[in-house]
């Protein structure tokens, strides 16, 4: 068994950087390989074996959650290149482990390195969500692969084929197959157009499209019912009862949009904020029923709008995602409660409220408008002579009935 570490050389002086480097022991034999990683004295923590990560608002923070990205990928990377030479069978040594490790800059050598490069990217432009779908991909790729690396000269047909059917095996929809293989099929292409490799056409015997689903909505009536439940004793179900409620109230405003919501965006009496996913700016009226759950929230020293993220510890990112999964569970319960036949999730929130709007009447590119869909070719047409006012009438016009 290899054992791989990550250790720290301080600088003698307190006000240079110091090199981070790998020690991998095998048997009785230590091999130090040095990275391109520096960070300053006080960014270790020796106890522990990691940098330091600082707060979010520190200058810091970025390039140190860049080097740690970097350091966790290579560490990974070093343990695959082991486990692979210990289960070869044949005779092997830390040198071998060495001679095989190549630097991540060196993206073009492997189709794991691009896709871990893409990741880094799309983190550095603050796609957080991309590069979060980015690294899921590649993870279960590789667990196909059982950590065996690959250049893209080396992906064909028949290998996606089995990648496909594996996947299918292991349950997954073709909804979801179809998800990686598009994400996968997005680097292969880049990495042609960067001259890495011939287009060989991997992916044209895998399905790559998207089956219709169906619609996770529920009535007006039923959401009057969730509105109207005593969860006066319940305080998590009451709290995610809200929420699930302001997601609604807003237009079915996704959850990551709602968690970074900030106390500034309130002004004027309307609530501007720029979408997670496309970056547009939204425009929202705001309203009795979004001020009674605010209200409630107040007592919050975040710069956020809603107890969400309630600490600015560079934890954001996570606490955000926890409330996501601990919200969605207590909707369950909700559901319950108001009788609901389908399990409720945040995401009923959105869907609902386009189609209550509308079996209303409400024109379809005004509830595009509502949604954000500006990437929507069809409706994006009518986006640009669309105000914000019609699409709060609209909001106005649902929330009444409530």
């Given at each position: ?45 020796g ?18 959650s ?63 969500r ?13 667990r ?13 047909a ?18 979801t ?45 039923e ?11 319940q ?15 807003t ?41 009674n759950?605010?209200?409630?929230y ?6 956020y ?38 399990s409720?999730?945040l ?56």
């Amino acid at each position: 068994m290899t054992s791989v570490k990550l250790k720290f050389r301080p600088s003698t002086n307190s006000e240079k950087e110091g090199s981070l480097i790998f020690q991998l022991i095998h048997g009785r034999t230590v091999r130090r390989i040095n990275s391109n990683y520096k960070i300053f004295n006080d960014e270790w923590d020796g106890a522990n074996g990691r940098v330091i990560l600082p707060p979010a608002s520190s200058p810091r923070h970025a390039p140190l959650s860049l080097v740690c990205a970097n350091v966790e990928w290579e560490i990974r990377r070093l343990r695959n290149i082991a486990e692979e030479l210990e289960h070869s069978g044949d005779e092997w040594n830390l040198e071998e482990v060495s001679r095989r490790f190549v630097p991540c800059s060196d993206t073009g050598c492997s189709v794991f390195n691009f896709i871990h490069a893409q990741i880094l990217r799309k983190k550095q432009l603050g796609k957080m969500r991309s590069g979060e779908t980015y690294q899921a991909t590649l993870n279960r790729f590789m667990r196909f692969r059982k950590g065996i690396d690959l250049t893209f000269d080396m992906m064909d047909a028949e290998l996606m084929e089995l990648y496909e059917a594996e996947m299918l095996k292991q349950g997954l929809s073709r909804n979801t197959t179809s998800f990686y293989m598009r994400i996968l099929r997005t680097n292969y292409r880049l990495a042609v157009e960067k001259g890495f490799t011939h287009d060989n056409r991997p992916f044209k015997n895998v399905y790559c499209g998207m089956d219709k689903t169906v619609k996770r909505c529920i009535t007006l009536s039923e959401i009057k019912r969730i509105k109207d439940l005593d969860l006066s004793r319940q305080p998590a179900l009451d709290f995610a009862r809200d929420m699930f409620m302001f997601s609604f109230y807003t237009r079915g405003m996704s959850f990551v949009d709602m968690a970074y919501l900030k106390k500034t965006d309130l002004k004027n009496g309307f609530l501007s904020y720029r979408r997670k996913k496309t970056g547009q700016l939204l425009t929202i009226e705001w309203t009795e029923q979004m001020k009674n759950i605010f209200e409630k929230y107040k007592p919050n020293r975040s710069q956020y709008l809603l107890p969400i993220i309630t600490k600015e510890d560079g934890t954001e990112r996570r606490q955000y995602q926890n409330q996501m999964k601990r919200i969605n569970r207590k909707l369950k319960d909700v559901s319950v409660s108001a009788k609901l036949a389908i399990s409720l999730s945040l995401y009923y929130s959105r869907h609902s409220w386009a189609t209550i709007a509308r079996e209303k009447g409400i024109p379809l590119s005004v509830i595009s408008e509502g949604l954000g869909h500006n990437s929507e070719t069809t409706t994006q047409i009518y986006l640009d002579s669309i105000k914000s006012s019609e699409v709060d009438k609209a909001n106005r016009k649902i929330m009444k009935d409530l």
